[in-house]
């Protein structure tokens, strides 16, 4: 008993002070220099100042902040609505079929999503797999121009990140008492409605967290927009990597990572209220 109380003490300790030194302690560092002003000979001045996040506040900048809101947003719905029936029907798969279901869903987790970034590419260029297919069935008499648009930024975040929004979603379905449903359609509930009152609201934490891993990346995925997008697409992850690697500066680089990090907290405190609600409607029902 002794023993394994060491043990649990021990993997607590090591989790602890991993956390602490690879995530508490850079991002610490973030915050203090992004409260520094920029220097000339070194990379940053001791000199205290938040001149740094107002100037994300600048129309340039803000732009860029609400344009990857507005990318990251439209690609967590997107995913949203293909994943959430996807997990409904895998979470009501018999059990073999279900286990194939969701090797098919991992299955990209095998290969990096830069590597699969390029490769889309060869299906959305102007002689590629897509172009062709829709050339040799007549739905187009000429190429569509895909790369290099904000479609093809697009198909490349939903692409890469659905799989983080169905299995979150095949979780919270998995754990929906089926009896629930059973009962609303002895009391005359139609299936929408059954969906409506039941079934979402007992899902909503599995739709949190699936919409948090899909746009807390969509906004750091600048490789996506870089590969499909070219310089027409810049994403927040594109404006913090140019502030780090190729501006030098380092100040504002890290209040968009602190502006980042603020919007994963606000996601963050959203995923806990809806958990509690959740739990309360598990309660009445």
Do not use: H
Request: aromatic residues 10%.
């Amino acid at each position: 008993m002794r023993s394994s109380n060491l043990f649990r003490r021990l993997v607590i300790t090591g989790i602890v002070c991993w956390l602490a030194v690879f995530a508490l302690l850079p991002n610490l560092l973030l915050l203090v220099v992004s409260l520094l002003e920029r220097g000339t000979v070194n990379p940053v001045e001791p000199v205290v100042t938040l001149a740094n996040y107002g100037r994300l506040f600048e129309t340039a900048i803000f732009r860029i902040v609400v344009d990857s809101l507005a990318m990251a947003g439209m690609a967590m719905v997107l995913c949203l609505l293909a994943g959430y029936p996807l997990a409904y029907i895998i979470a009501r798969a018999p059990a073999r079929t279900r286990q194939l279901m969701l090797i098919l869903v991992m299955i990209p987790f095998w290969t990096n999503s830069l590597i699969r970034t390029y490769a889309l590419v060869a299906v959305l260029k102007a002689n590629g797999v897509l172009n062709m297919f829709l050339l040799w069935t007549g739905l187009t008499s000429q190429p569509l121009q895909l790369m290099y648009t904000q479609t093809a930024v697009f198909i490349g975040l939903v692409y890469t990140l659905l799989p983080f929004m169905i299995l979150p979603l095949y979780a919270s379905i998995l754990r929906l008492d089926a009896r629930l449903l059973e009962a609303a359609r002895d009391l005359g509930a139609s299936r929408f409605q059954a969906f409506r009152r039941i079934t979402l609201p007992l899902t909503l934490p599995g739709i949190v967290s699936g919409s948090m891993l899909v746009f807390l990346p969509a906004l750091g995925m600048f490789y996506v927009s870089d590969v499909l997008g070219g310089a027409r697409s810049i994403l927040l992850g594109n404006y913090i990597r140019d502030q780090f690697l190729t501006s030098r500066n380092l100040p504002m680089g890290s209040a968009a990572s602190i502006a980042m990090t603020a919007i994963m907290g606000l996601m963050l405190l959203v995923y806990y209220y809806s958990i509690r609600s959740s739990g309360r409607q598990e309660d009445v029902a």
